[in-house]
């Protein structure tokens, strides 16, 4: 059974720092490149991070980059998002997702959503200012 289940979430003040974890199981996590999405009440669901297979390769949208960062630990099959200075527009329900057998990510303008076949079920930032 493929399964991604994130956890790590919770309430914090804007400046503040939370990580995110997101263990895989039932495909090979290794050989995938993973994502993470967000998506904030009233909006789309985007996704602002993505690490290749190796780890060697990451990707981070523009209102991310430099304070969130990507991790994973492949020994352990799980995937991390460290995420500092966080602010009120950052809140949103956080997932993670695999791009099953694809080893570098592909980016356009972004990630294609529609890469990413698995899906953990979330798990909610709440920034408060």
């Known amino acids: 059974q493929v399964q991604l289940v994130e956890s790590g979430g919770g309430s914090v003040q804007a400046g503040g720092s939370l990580r995110l974890s997101c263990a895989a199981s039932g495909y090979t996590f290794s050989n995938s490149c993973m994502g993470w999405f967000r998506q904030a009440p009233g909006k789309s669901r985007e996704g602002f991070a993505a690490?290749?297979?190796?780890?060697?390769?990451?990707y981070y949208r523009h209102s991310v980059e430099g304070r969130f960062t990507i991790s994973r630990d492949n020994a352990k099959n799980t995937v991390y998002l460290q995420l500092n200075s966080l602010k009120p527009e950052d809140t949103a329900m956080y997932y993670c997702a695999a791009d099953i057998g694809r080893t570098v990510c592909r980016i356009g303008a972004g990630l294609y959503q529609g890469d990413f076949a698995v899906w953990g079920q979330g798990t909610q930032v709440t920034v408060s200012s």
């Open positions: 690490i290749s297979a190796g780890g060697g390769s990451t």
